[in-house]
């Protein structure tokens, strides 16, 4: 008797509860801000890019929380400043969103495009009326 399942049709593999934890740990390390906590978890090779369910990576979390040190961290481990999660946003529109100009300079500084995503973050500060971010934005 063969397997008659071929090699590509088979279910992707479910991670197991310890890798699981441990992606919670990090996306709620990027949430809460505790940048040591995510920095001790990067620097021994966890990805800087992991995303969530909902395509959120740990550079959104942060961003859209308002961590300027922690977007700084993730940044510098190889965080995409353009990533965009399921629904289109970016970390930079997540950020003026909320109303995080000091996040929104840290992404621009690092390469982060204002008109990238859906709304993009040139649209929504121009929404809300954020004079001071599309300053920023240029």
């Known amino acids: 008797m063969t397997d008659s399942t071929a090699p590509g049709d088979q279910a992707p593999q479910q991670p197991d509860e310890e890798t699981l934890a441990l992606a919670h740990t990090l996306f709620d390390a ?10 001790s978890y990067l620097n021994a090779g966890a990805p800087a ?3 969530n369910s909902a395509g959120d990576s740990l550079l959104m979390l942060a961003a859209y929380h308002g961590f300027a040190e922690t977007v ?15 629904r289109g946003q970016t970390p930079l ?23 990238a995503g859906t709304p993009s973050a040139r649209a929504a500060a121009q ?6 971010i599309l300053e920023l934005l240029g």
């Open 93 to 115: 529109a997540g950020a003026v969103f909320k109303g995080y100009s000091d996040v929104a300079r840290v992404l621009l500084d690092a390469g982060a495009d204002p008109d």
């Open 49 to 51: 890019t992991l995303t």
């Open 127 to 132: 929404m809300f009326a954020r004079a001071d």
């Open 72 to 86: 700084q961290l993730i940044l510098h481990h190889g965080g995409d400043a353009n990533a965009a999660n399921d």
């Open 30 to 39: 990027a949430r809460n801000g505790e940048t040591e906590l995510l920095r």
